[in-house]
């Protein structure tokens, strides 16, 4: 029988895991059309409400999704005869799917330790190994020590579902869009698993929460060494090969709105709903990776297990679930941030051609991260 | 030829065809992209954290049915007879503005009257709202300035065609805008009552034919 603190720290952490992207994606969907709205000088959603008692409550619009979920699940779902009803409704399915189970991966807070009874925080950044008597519980759905291999593993699923979609569909604009998908979703994966391997062999490991431990040290003693500062160029290559996995402006040619609509174009009411959500999704997951590996995850800067260490020398002691807090609201902080800057790409940025795509991926991308390889070695080796 | 500066256009022998062919020299920085992207960004940014925090926002949408702007002053709105001082109206039913209207909304029935300098009276007065295109003809045809679009107000949202048919005692009713309570009696408010549907069967063929004024 483990010990209560152990079950109790693994269902939130798995929970988290599932629960977070999930329900930040509803927002999502709100914040997209509002932020855009507002960049584009325009008021965007509002006018859905609550009526209790006779008073509206429109909430800065924020029941639209809800409004939404309500119109796509009671939506008449129109099937044509001719589709491939299996791989029909597989599809949607498959590319929910590895959206949902990457955030596992990802650590949100500093690990816990327990012993017998008692819950402590682990000492971070200082790179030691809590004794032997100690139960170490990570704040991560799952630790796993190929966590980055897994990222991939699962990011590759997701060209089933579109793939699928698009076959299934019986339909030459649904089957134009899943090729391209396909064949942009496999160009640049080859782009974006050179980029994490500047990082692996940065920090010389696979796994997220000690990539993040990693991050929590400082470079000449004042900068902290998250991922960006080491890695500018990896980053750059990230987001962008990352932007495009997603099928994201600029590079939704797989939906090209104004010329194939896309793998999805058979599609109605939640089964739609379920792409549209797996693409917030994947949102939210890349900005989980892009915290984790670039941006220090939970990590604050010069705040130690024991509160903050300045670089100058004065320090702010903290109690430890304090610090706990810290951690994981700067963890959330940065998601959000993330997310937020994702929009902000879409709605900035004109969208690719279909050749320019692969052009971008084949020609330019995939030099670049080979080269950001090739320094990143010279500095270790050097 | 330089390699620097913006977007020059290096197509100039265009051999006889129609297509002119443009090639764009971009140096080193502009091809990274990366500047222009940041510099857009920054554009888009500046005015998602303006029109969220500051006052002076970039925003210029109304919220119609909850915030309404004034209409200008010459706004053409709802039709009305504008009446004489004993409150008959002061139309002669003399049939100009139904000859000027393009849409052939209004519907005059003449009457003899005894007072010899008018000889004519309207005994029925109708303008069909849902045909009329507000383009003020009838206003700028009539001879009596008898009728006037200046009540700044819209014809009201009607559930049946027939009650789009404003008769002769609502145009009557209607003020001026800023004439509110100026004039004797009590009025009804500005709803179309009408006196049922015209039957225009007849000498309505083809609109814009022979009989049309404009």
Redesign the interface.
């Known amino acids: 029988m483990p010990e209560l603190s152990v079950i109790i720290i693994g269902v939130i952490s798995a929970a988290v895991g599932l629960l977070f992207p999930l329900a930040l994606a509803g927002p999502l969907t709100w914040a997209e059309r509002r ?1 855009s709205a ?6 965007g959603p509002n006018r859905a409400a609550l009526v209790i008692g006779g008073k509206e409550y429109r909430a800065f619009g924020l029941l639209h999704p809800l409004a939404d979920v309500i119109k796509l699940i009671t939506k008449e779902d129109t099937v044509h005869h001719s589709v491939d009803r299996f791989l029909y409704n597989l599809a949607p399915l498959i590319s929910v799917f590895p959206a949902l189970v990457t955030f596992a991966i990802i650590p949100f807070g500093p690990d816990l330790m327990s012993t017998a009874g008692t819950l402590a925080l682990a000492p971070f950044a200082n790179g030691s190994v809590p004794g032997a008597d100690l139960l170490r519980l990570p704040l991560q759905g799952a630790r796993l020590d190929i966590g980055i291999l897994y990222i991939f593993a699962m990011s590759s699923l997701a060209v089933f579902g579109v793939t699928l979609a698009g076959y299934a569909s019986t339909n030459k604009f649904a089957l134009l869009g899943g090729l391209r998908a396909s064949a942009q979703m496999i160009s640049y994966e080859v782009t974006l698993g050179l980029a994490i391997l500047g990082l692996v062999m940065a920090f010389q490991t696979l796994e997220p929460a000690s990539m993040v431990y990693q991050q929590g040290q400082l470079l000449f003693g004042f900068i902290p060494k998250w991922g960006l500062i080491i890695q500018p160029l990896g980053f ?1 290559i990230f987001m962008t090969a990352a932007t495009a996995e997603n099928k994201r402006v600029p590079f939704d040619t797989a939906e090209g709105e104004s010329e194939i609509i896309g793998y999805f174009i058979e599609y109605s009411g939640m089964k739609f709903g379920m792409f549209y959500m797996a693409e917030y999704i994947e949102v939210v997951v890349i900005s989980g990776v892009v915290t984790t590996l670039f941006l220090g995850g939970w990590q604050v800067p010069f705040l130690f297990s024991d509160g903050f260490h300045f670089p100058w020398g004065s320090m702010l002691q903290m109690s430890e679930w304090l610090v706990t807090a810290l951690c994981v609201g700067a963890f959330v902080l940065k998601v959000l941030f993330m997310c937020w800057f994702q929009l ?2 879409r ?3 004109p969208r690719f051609r279909y050749d320019q795509v692969m052009w971008l991926g084949w020609r330019v991308l995939l030099p670049l991260s080979l080269l950001n390889l090739v320094l990143t070695g010279l500095v270790i080796l050097s | 030829m330089s390699s620097h500066g913006h977007g020059q256009d290096h197509g100039a022998d265009n051999k006889g065809g129609a297509v002119k062919d443009v090639h764009r020299e971009h140096d080193f920085v502009e091809r990274l992209y990366v500047p222009a992207i940041a510099s857009g960004m920054a554009v888009t940014i500046r005015h998602f954290f303006t029109n969220l925090f500051s006052k002076e926002k970039y925003t210029a949408t109304v919220q119609y049915p909850d915030v309404k702007t004034p209409y200008p002053s010459r706004f053409r709105g709802m039709h009305r007879l504008v009446p004489r001082e004993d409150g008959a109206p002061r139309c002669v039913a003399c049939f100009m503005c139904q000859t000027a209207c393009p849409a052939r909304c209004i519907h005059i029935e003449a009457g003899e009257t005894s007072d010899s300098s008018i000889e004519k009276f309207p005994v029925v007065f109708q303008i069909d709202e849902l045909r009329c295109v507000v383009c003020g003809l009838c206003v700028e045809a009539c001879p009596c300035d008898a009728i006037r679009m200046d009540t700044g107000f819209h014809p009201p949202p009607v559930q049946q065609r027939g009650t789009a048919q404003v008769g002769r005692a609502d145009l009557l009713a209607f003020f001026g805008k800023g004439e509110q309570g100026t004039r004797m009696g009590a009025h009804p408010p500005p709803t179309a009552g009408g006196q049922g549907r015209i039957d225009r069967s007849e000498g309505d063929h083809g609109a814009g034919g022979a009989r049309g004024g404009f």
């Open positions: 932020q507002y960049m584009q000088d325009r008021i750059l902000t790409i709605w900035s940025l």
